[in-house]
């Protein structure tokens, strides 16, 4: 199975601030690497798929890059409403369909 | 709009079986390949099971081991998971999510509607 790893686990950041989160496959995935977000409580969101496509109705803050097995999502000046748990899934070595464990965005 | 509305879960002993059920509205089930996914309390996301929209595939993880199957009503509009021999650790919250890519194992799926969850607690 391919392993994915997100780095950090958790982070703060203030609003309005640039943050970046990192996603790291154990094989090379081509650009089969899609994101999520989930806030307390509720379903996750899909953000990004294949990588840098914005899912419909996402904000242009939100953009995705990578491709290999290096993969980075990145919130341009971040909003309240931003603070939330983001998960990568890659989807190249299938099944299973594996995600990373989680990066916790937190308000400083 | 999509909804995706789950139901079933509950409080189970050991060894006991579930049979959740999602019922979809607001697109053409039987075009979208489904799927289940899974959190355990506090932690990450976990995928379960596939099914294609023609019921042509399913797939299952390997914590699965022949415990859970997954099948379809496309005429009800409704996706099952039927859970056999429950564990401790199959505790979680289990969701029902559409797959929004039409082709299975084409690198593009991806789970772009998601159900608000089903919560499973396996206890003694």
């Known amino acids: 199975d391919v392993q994915m790893t997100q780095s950090p686990s958790s982070l703060s950041a203030s609003v309005g601030d640039r943050v970046t989160i990192t996603c790291r496959s154990s094989?090379?995935?081509?650009?089969?690497l899609n994101w999520y977000q989930q806030k307390p409580g509720k379903a996750p969101k899909l953000l990004i798929y294949?990588?840098?496509t914005l899912q419909g109705g996402v904000p242009s803050r939100f953009s995705g890059s990578g491709s290999g097995t290096d993969f980075a999502l990145t919130i341009s000046n971040l909003e309240p409403e931003d603070f939330a748990t983001y998960y990568c899934?890659?989807?190249?070595?299938?099944?299973?369909?594996?995600f990373g464990q989680g990066t916790k965005v937190e308000i400083k | 709009q999509v909804q995706l509305v789950e139901s079933g879960g509950g409080v189970v002993q050991p060894g006991n079986s579930l049979r959740l059920s999602c019922v979809a509205s607001?697109?053409?089930?039987?075009?979208?390949?489904m799927h289940w996914v899974r959190q355990s309390p506090g932690k990450g996301l976990e995928w379960v099971a596939v099914?294609?929209?023609?019921?042509?595939?399913?797939y299952y993880a390997d914590f699965v081991k022949g415990r859970f199957t997954i099948s379809r009503a496309n005429s009800k509009n409704t996706l099952y998971l039927q859970l056999n021999d429950l564990r401790a650790d199959d505790t979680g919250m289990y969701y029902c999510?559409?797959?929004?890519?039409?082709?299975?194992?084409?690198?593009?799926?991806?789970?772009?509607?998601w159900g608000e969850g089903t919560l499973v607690t396996v206890a003694s």
């Open positions: 999510v559409r797959d929004g890519y039409d082709l299975i194992l084409a690198g593009l799926n991806r789970f772009d509607h």
């Open positions: 607001g697109f053409t089930f039987s075009s979208y390949g």
């Open positions: 099914i294609w929209s023609d019921v042509s595939y399913k």
């Open positions: 094989q090379r995935i081509s650009t089969y």
């Open positions: 294949a990588a840098s």
């Open positions: 899934q890659q989807s190249y070595s299938t099944p299973p369909w594996t």
